[in-house]
């Protein structure tokens, strides 16, 4: 079969990859000039530099986008640097690092010898995640994850030191707002899987080089006519009929549409109406959508960060509105072994000496001058980090926001499934029903999961 795949985020990459390992001639369209989306390397003008468009990790329950990056043969061993769930405040006034022990105990240990934290406290975090175990990892529903931590009797320190960053993370969504559900599905495949899932995973090289490069040169070899990979091509017009569908001017046998929400939905609307299609739309006209704003600092030379990700401590009323501090540097001196570098920019990581404040559901920062939040910050990193000795000179900055990061995981929000009610059109994407929230993950396993019900359908 010939299909078309529009956009080439994490999403389109896998299904476009799935699709084309079963056989079928792939043109995909991304409207870019790099593969990646939300997840790809950038130039960054101000300080002259391939960047990523914001800081990336993943975690170690995250296995369906490292079978993907392994089908490709690529080795995730080099790529990544893999370090145990270490929560560290870069002011030392909270740690909590999972322990050598076997699953559950490296977690449980980790929690008993957390500092910051009185042993009530830590016994009610361990009481909560046990509750919700044996709950079979179920919240009720309709639940923000701010009611949910109150009604497990969470108390503000337990909340603003290791409930709220993790949801953050892992939702981007404030806990007032986040779905507990959606949360707890983040909380069963980590902190419920086993050992290893709760391991964080650190790209080693620009995000677009991790795995979407390998897989454009895969694109670009097939052979088969109106197959490829066509790059800075934004799709504008949609059709679909029983026997084919249209992509601009160009026939396919099915399209699979895996743009972002917005870009999704005005393709969709040019379909001919089909029983259960308004609904579908309507889901999509659903979604909200909240900021991630990362700020790149260029030091004048290397710093000793004890590790690759620390927490910060925000201050709104202050500007300081870091919430996560990473120095991929850090790595080098972390993992000497792995200094050589598997592709080009991975050197850049190390020798460039950036570091990259992020800052999840970033929507206060918008309002205020982007200078005054820079030196505000800054002025923040220094003082949080200030046992680790003096933060050299900086000497250049960048600010990336991206507005719409991701979906608001809010209760109640209706996600659409990945196949659609038209004929030959199936929609991929972390917005997808897949029960994760809008991460790399997610949009790795709807874009197979919509492969799979494509070759479903037309076998
Ligand atoms: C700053 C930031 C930090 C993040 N941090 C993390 C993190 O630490 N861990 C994590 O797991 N996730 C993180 N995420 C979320 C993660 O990046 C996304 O979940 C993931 O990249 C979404 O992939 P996707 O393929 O579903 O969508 P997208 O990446 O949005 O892909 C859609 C693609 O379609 C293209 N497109 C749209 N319309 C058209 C058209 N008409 N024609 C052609 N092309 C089109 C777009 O250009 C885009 O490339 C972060 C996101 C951001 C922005």
């Avoid at 990859?17 to 997840?39: D, K, M, S, Y």
């Amino acid at each position: 079969m010939k299909i078309a795949v529009i956009g080439g985020g994490w999403a389109g990459l896998t299904a476009a990859w799935t699709l084309q390992q079963q056989g079928h001639a792939v043109a995909l369209f991304e409207a870019a000039r790099t593969l990646g989306g939300r997840a790809r390397r950038i130039h960054s003008r101000s300080l002259n530099l391939a960047i990523d468009n914001g800081q990336h990790i993943l975690l170690g329950a995250y296995t369906e986008t490292q079978t993907v990056m392994r089908e490709l043969g690529l080795d995730t061993s080099r790529l990544f640097h893999r370090e145990p769930l270490s929560l560290q405040a870069a002011d030392g006034t909270f740690g909590l690092r999972t322990l050598p022990l076997p699953t559950p105990l490296h977690l449980l240990g980790g929690v008993l010898a957390a500092h910051g934290l009185s042993l009530n406290e830590r016994m009610s975090l361990i009481t909560l995640t046990a509750s919700l175990r044996l709950h079979g990892w179920k919240t009720t529903a309709g639940l923000s994850v701010g009611q949910w931590l109150e009604q497990g009797g969470q108390s503000p320190d337990v909340i603003r030191s290791f409930w709220q960053p993790l949801c953050l993370a892992a939702l981007n969504t404030p806990i007032s707002d986040a779905c507990a559900q959606l949360f707890a599905h983040v909380l069963r495949d980590s902190l419920g899987g086993p050992k290893a899932a709760t391991d964080v995973l650190i790209p080693r090289v620009d995000l677009s080089q991790l795995w979407p490069d390998e897989l454009a040169h895969r694109l670009n070899q097939q052979t088969a006519e109106g197959a490829g990979l066509h790059l800075a091509h934004t799709v504008r017009k949609l059709s679909a009929c029983t026997s084919a569908v249209t992509v601009d001017d160009s026939r396919f046998d099915a399209v699979m549409v895996a743009g972002n929400v917005p870009s999704t939905l005005r393709l969709l609307k040019q379909l001919e109406p089909v029983k259960g299609s308004q609904r579908y739309l309507d889901r999509l006209a659903g979604f909200g959508f909240l900021p991630i704003a990362t700020i790149t600092l260029k030091l004048e030379q290397p710093w000793q960060l004890p590790q690759p990700m620390l927490l910060l401590r925000d201050h709104p009323a202050k500007l300081q509105f870091g919430q996560w501090l990473f120095d991929r540097s850090a790595f080098a001196r972390a993992d000497p072994e792995a200094t050589t570098s598997p592709a080009g920019n991975a050197a850049t990581i190390q020798a460039e000496h950036l570091i990259h404040i992020v800052i999840s559901d970033a929507s206060a920062l918008q309002t205020h001058d982007q200078s005054d939040v820079v030196a505000a910050v800054t002025a923040q990193v220094q003082a949080q980090t200030r046992r680790f000795g003096p933060m050299p000179h900086v000497t250049g900055h960048d600010v990336i926001v991206e507005k719409r990061a991701t979906f608001a995981a809010r209760p109640g929000l209706a996600r659409p499934a990945v196949d659609s009610p038209w004929p030959r059109v199936w929609v991929a994407g972390d917005w997808t029903d897949t029960g994760y929230p809008g991460v790399l993950e997610g949009a790795v396993r709807s874009g197979r999961q919509a492969a799979a019900a494509l070759l479903r359908s037309l076998a």
